[in-house]
Structures are given as C-alpha cells and as structure tokens.
C-alpha cells in the first residue's frame, strides 16, 4: 500500500519531470491528409471547411502562437505543428494543423503523447480553434 508520503513524493516527481513521451511517427501530411486519431480516448481530428483554407492556417497559427503551454514546433503555408504541456505535469500532446485548399478545408488534430485518456483535452483544444474561425 502506498503511503500517502509516497504519494505527495509521486506527484513532486512527476511534476518535476515532464512527462513528455516519444514522439508519434504518424505527425506530418501523408497522402494529402493528416492522420486519423488511434484512439478517440486520447485523440481529436476534425475537418473544418472555410473559404481560404491557407489565410485560415495564419490566422489559426496566430492563435496557437499566443497559447500558454504552447510552442509552434514547424510552420509552412499549409502546416503547422504545435506541442502543448499540461498545466499541472506537463503532460505533452501534438497539435497538427493543415490547409487544404484543393479541397476547401482546414484539417486538425491533436493528439495526447502518453496515457489512455486525455478527459477531453483535445477536443476542446479543437474546438477552441475552431471558434477562432468563427469570430
């Protein structure tokens, strides 16, 4: 049984040293698409259709920029990838954003490093992307 010293020595440890994990092999642009979500448990990946697909890119790409936690790890004209940390252990998830313009859409994703849920994490971080399209 784990005491509750081990406990709060757990916790100082894992906040300590970010829980970052590998990065997935999957990220980037295959076949003019990003790629589907492993998992819903610890994924989201929406298509959003907009007019310009690549000024909609820029304007997401501000946005992400200006996000605590959040770092811009490449940007393109059509791509861009981000990683954003909790705020409590600093877990990692991978962040991808694509604009398509063949055909009218700005693809999204993210998608938590480690565990089993991300308890909506990256659902919400695509859904508040997705109200910056529309404000």
């Not at 970052?20 to 990220?27: C, D, F, S, W």
């Not at 790409?61 to 705020?87: F, I, M």
Request: glycine residues 8%; charged residues 20%; hydrophobic residues 45%.
């Amino acid at each position: 049984m784990i005491t509750l010293l081990q406990q709060g020595l757990l916790l100082i440890h894992l906040a300590l040293f970010q829980l970052v994990g590998p990065i997935p092999a999957e990220l980037g642009v295959h076949n003019g698409a990003l790629a589907p979500c492993p998992s819903a448990a610890h994924c989201a990946r929406v298509d959003w259709s907009v007019a310009d697909p690549v000024a909609a890119l820029q304007r997401l790409a501000t946005a992400v920029a200006a996000t605590p936690r959040t770092t811009v790890v490449e940007r393109g004209d059509r791509y861009l990838h981000a990683t954003a940390s909790s705020r409590l252990f600093g877990f990692v998830d991978d962040l991808e954003l694509y604009a398509d313009p063949d055909h009218g859409i700005v693809q999204a994703r993210s998608v938590s490093r480690l565990g089993d849920s991300d308890l909506g994490v990256n659902g919400r971080r695509l859904t508040a992307l997705q109200d910056v399209l529309r404000g």
